[in-house]
């Protein structure tokens, strides 16, 4: 185990951490708010899904995914259809649009990341995907999930966890 004072560091750098990702959602354009690049971030990784799975990918309640829905589905970028196991629910799927601007977003993403860690070497940026997978993977794995310390990540998170983790714009 890590000595105490090296937690308090990891405190402080995740903290600083705010500035990375103000600095990507600056790039978002306006029309396409984080919320709405997350969620279609997210219809592209798990395909087609009800809104209540949405809004527990999303780890927000109901409300705030119902906003982030309307906005993508009024800008064109996802459909809702009824649910044929269930014609009180509705099913989301991206449409062309939604995948044309996602694709965009993250042409945006990769683009500020090459910018600013072009001094970095491809080890490192693979150490850093590596290493911040893990975090979020023991946070997910220790944290609500229920998962006990020393399971692997492939164990938790009911079948959401895979190794390749979403890659949201944000």
Known sequence: MAARSQYEELARQLSAVGAVKRGLLRILPAECPGGSATVLTL?????EMRITQL???LAVNMSVTSRHVAHTA???WI???PDPADKRSRILRLTPAGEEVLAE????TTEIFAHNLDDWSDEEVGQLNTLLS?????FSCRGTGGCTPGRHSGDCRSGLSDDSHTRTPL
Do not use: P, Q
């Not at 219809?43 to 395909?47: H, P, T």
């Not at 977003?105 to 945006?108: F, M, P, S």
């Not at 893990?134 to 023991?138: A, G, H, K, P």
């Open 134 to 138: 893990r975090l979020r993977d023991s």
């Open 105 to 108: 977003l993250n042409r945006r």
């Open 79 to 81: 459909e809702r259809s």
């Open 43 to 47: 219809l592209a990784k798990y395909g």
């Open 55 to 57: 809004a527990e990918l």
């Open 74 to 76: 009024e800008n064109g």
